[in-house]
C-alpha cells in the first residue's frame, strides 16, 4: 500500500483526493462527524472508484453511524497495524474488482 495524499481538513481532502486518483480513501470520524462540514457522499462523488474506509474511536453507535454515512467499512482506531492491513484487504476484496 502507498500512501498518496493526506488532509487535516474536510475541504482540503475534497479538493485534493481526486488528483490522487485513490484506490481507497481512509477518513477519519471527526470529518465526517454532524456539524464538521463532511459528507460521504460528496467525496464519493469525487472518487467514484475508491473504497471508502472510515476510522472510529468507538464501536456500536459510531459504527452504524459511519456506515449509514456511506463507508464501506470502518476500522476502530485501536486496532493492530496488522489487523488494520488484514481490514483493508478485505474492504477491497469485498468491492470487486
Known amino acids: ?23 481507497m480513501l481512509m477518513v477519519e470520524w471527526g470529518l465526517v462527524a454532524a456539524g464538521s462540514g463532511g459528507d460521504l457522499t460528496e467525496l464519493r462523488l469525487a472518487c467514484p472508484a475508491a473504497v471508502v ?5 468507538h464501536l456500536s453507535a459510531r459504527e452504524q453511524a459511519a456506515l449509514s454515512a456511506g463507508a464501506d467499512v470502518f476500522i476502530n482506531k485501536g486496532e493492530t497495524s496488522d489487523r488494520v492491513a ?7 476484496a469485498s468491492i470487486g474488482p
Open 53 to 57: 474506509i472510515v476510522l472510529v474511536s
Open 86 to 92: 488484514d481490514r483493508l484487504r478485505d474492504a477491497v
Open 1 to 23: 500500500m502507498q500512501v498518496v495524499g493526506e488532509a487535516a481538513d474536510w475541504p482540503t481532502a475534497l479538493a485534493k483526493a481526486p488528483a490522487t486518483r485513490p484506490d
